[in-house]
């Protein structure tokens, strides 16, 4: 009897990539063209990625398109490395704050925090308005030891009404996310990375590289699973 070979032909991950930002060379989107601003002076870019020491990057309005996802589905991926084990602030990876503590326009973080992973979803009240919520270990983030590099993905999916979360590709976390509650609820924000605009003491103890964004789009598990064994810097 044959040997039969079950072939998997694997995804275009290229569909519905809306930016890219590789952060290793230059602050520049392979996709639109774009390019990041550096703002107060940060460590700048290497091999490993953007630092930031307290200093920050503002997107041009390309990343806020496509961070709006509105009611629709949409994926977020990036590579992050702690310097300082653990943070003693809440630190901020991506934000759209623009007006500090008043949130009400929909701002949206994701920071770490004491014992917590968190992703802060804004709304018209959003003061203590979350998404997922995990402790450190529930994570799977090694954020006491430094220099220990994670994959992080959040795809927002409306077929299963659920926002997960995926380090080093396995998903760590899901939370009930309902068909018509927004993700972003306005593309005229303006996004940053590394820092929460308001305070130089937010800034990410570390380095984030590879910002890549899907509108429209929730990778499947074995797609972000693919996208992890790919690396920072991966083709795809």
Request: zero cysteines; aromatic letters at 14%.
């Amino acid at each position: 009897m044959p040997i039969v070979f079950k072939i998997t032909t694997p995804s275009n991950l290229q569909t519905d990539l809306s930016v890219r930002y590789l952060l290793t060379s230059n602050y520049d989107d392979s996709v639109s063209g774009d390019s990041a601003t550096a703002v107060n002076s940060p460590d700048g870019v290497n091999s490993e990625g953007f630092s930031s020491s307290q200093g920050y990057l503002q997107m041009p309005s390309s990343f806020s398109t496509a961070m709006f996802w509105d009611t629709g589905d949409g994926t977020l991926s990036w590579w992050n490395t702690f310097d300082e084990v653990p943070p003693t602030n809440n630190v901020y990876a991506f934000t759209d704050r623009e007006a500090g503590n008043a949130e009400g326009a929909g701002a949206i973080s994701i920071y770490l925090g004491g014992d917590y992973f968190r992703f802060h979803r804004g709304g018209v009240n959003s003061q203590g308005n979350y998404g997922p919520v995990m402790t450190r270990a529930e994570s799977g983030l090694d954020y006491t030891s430094p220099f220990q590099q994670n994959h992080i993905v959040l795809v927002k999916d409306t077929a299963s009404s659920t926002m997960k979360v995926y380090v080093d590709g396995v998903e760590v976390d899901s939370v009930a996310w309902g068909s018509t509650d927004p993700w972003v609820i306005s593309a005229s924000r303006t996004w940053y990375i590394g820092n929460y605009n308001t305070g130089t003491y937010y800034d990410w103890p570390g380095r984030i590289a590879d910002v890549a964004v899907w509108k429209g789009r929730a990778l499947s598990a074995s797609e972000v699973t693919a996208l992890y064994n790919k690396g920072q810097g991966g083709s795809y």
